[in-house]
C-alpha cells in the first residue's frame, strides 16, 4: 500500500510563514498529480494548490502570490510554502497524490492524515 505522510503544521502568526512537506511511500512506481487541499471548521474540503509531475500547477485564487507548490520527484514529496499567511488560511491541511501502485496497473487516489495550520491575528 501507499502511505503519505504531512509534516510543517503549527500555529503562526498573521503575515508569517509556514512550508508543509508530504512524503509518499510504499508499493510506488509511479506519481502522477500531487496536491494540497484544506479544511476549515464547518466547511467543505477545497483545492489550495496542485502539481503534476512535469510541473504545471494550479491554484486557489485566495492562495496565488503567496503559497507556492513544488515537489521532488526523486523523493516522492510535495512541498507547500506558504507566506504572508492570513486567520481565513486557517485549517486542516491534507495532501493527496494520485499514485501508479506497482503490479496493478492503474492509479489510486490517497490521502494524508492531515496537518494543522492555524495563523493568529
Known amino acids: 500500500q501507499v502511505q503519505l505522510v504531512e509534516s510543517g503544521g503549527g500555529l503562526v502568526q498573521a503575515g508569517g510563514s509556514l512550508r508543509l512537506s508530504c512524503a509518499a511511500s510504499?508499493?510506488?512506481?509511479?506519481?502522477?498529480?500531487m496536491g494540497w487541499y484544506r479544511q476549515a471548521p464547518g466547511k467543505q474540503r477545497e483545492l489550495v494548490a496542485a502539481i503534476t509531475s512535469g510541473g504545471s500547477t494550479n491554484y486557489a485564487d485566495s492562495v496565488k502570490g503567496r503559497f507556492t507548490i513544488s515537489r521532488d520527484n526523486a523523493k516522492n514529496t510535495v512541498y507547500l510554502q506558504m507566506n504572508s499567511l492570513k486567520p481565513e488560511d486557517t485549517a486542516v491541511y491534507y495532501c493527496?497524490?494520485?499514485?501508479?501502485?506497482?503490479?496493478?496497473?492503474?492509479?489510486?487516489?490517497?490521502w494524508g492524515q492531515g496537518t494543522q495550520v492555524t495563523v493568529s491575528s
Open positions: 493527496a497524490a494520485d499514485v501508479l501502485v506497482f503490479n496493478s496497473g492503474s492509479y489510486y487516489h490517497y
Open positions: 510504499g508499493s510506488i512506481f509511479s506519481i502522477n498529480a
